[in-house]
């Protein structure tokens, strides 16, 4: 069963990502929310149904997904509503990984990924946001803050995938702030669902092991 999950899992990024490498909607209107599915299929294969942190990850994966449709839409309310679900989506990931215990020495690994990245990209996204509008720009400075603290309790786990898993999903996150507020860079939707599928999964895999 784990096999099978995992290689429909990896066909199935695939496929989104080549819809949207070559932006057919229709087929990464499928094929992206099932991404999440399969993922949680696994999740739950592989015993997250059977303890806490497991269930964690499963509400975590469960919001990525609303998030995944509600961004479908390229409006602001839909992009609002995107959000707001991976907000409560990297909150519920902070839980999963505090009950994995927290090492401080690793932590502080993950507390300056979050430095670098507040000081380079995290400060044009936060400044770009607000002069847009400072409704938005408090949304973004909030979502700022609780994916910092999902990345240092990730490297708080002393788990290297999982930490590596954070750093992944950061990029993503990024890569996405900067093509929405800053400037639309070409490919980069690619790049977003790539190091966002493949964080996702390295952070599921490495708590689950």
Not at 156 to 162: A, F, I, K, L, Y
Not at 167 to 176: A, E, Q
């Amino acid at each position: 069963m784990v096999p099978a999950l995992a290689v429909a899992l990896a066909a199935t990024a695939l496929l989104d990502w080549h819809a949207v490498c070559r932006d057919h909607r229709r087929v990464e209107a499928v094929a992206k929310p099932l991404v999440m599915v399969l993922l949680a299929a696994l999740a739950l294969a592989l015993g997250a149904g059977a303890t806490g942190t497991g269930r964690w990850l499963l509400a975590a994966i469960a919001l990525g997904g609303v998030g995944d449709v509600a961004l479908l839409g390229d409006s602001e309310p839909r992009f609002l509503g995107g959000l707001g679900a991976f907000l409560l989506g990297h909150l519920v990931y902070v839980a999963a990984f505090v009950s994995l215990g927290f090492h401080g020495g690793w932590a502080l690994g993950g507390l300056a990924v979050v430095i670098l990245n507040l000081a380079t990209a995290g400060r044009r996204i936060l400044v770009s946001a607000m002069r847009q509008d400072r409704t938005l720009g408090g949304a973004v400075a909030a979502y700022m803050l609780v994916i910092a603290a999902m990345t240092v309790t990730a490297w708080g786990t002393g788990r290297p995938m999982v930490a590596l898993g954070a750093v992944v999903f950061v990029v993503s996150d990024t890569v996405l702030a900067l093509d929405r507020f800053v400037r639309p860079r070409p490919g980069s939707r690619v790049l977003v669902m790539v190091t966002y599928h493949v964080g996702q999964v390295l952070m599921v895999l490495g708590a689950l092991r």
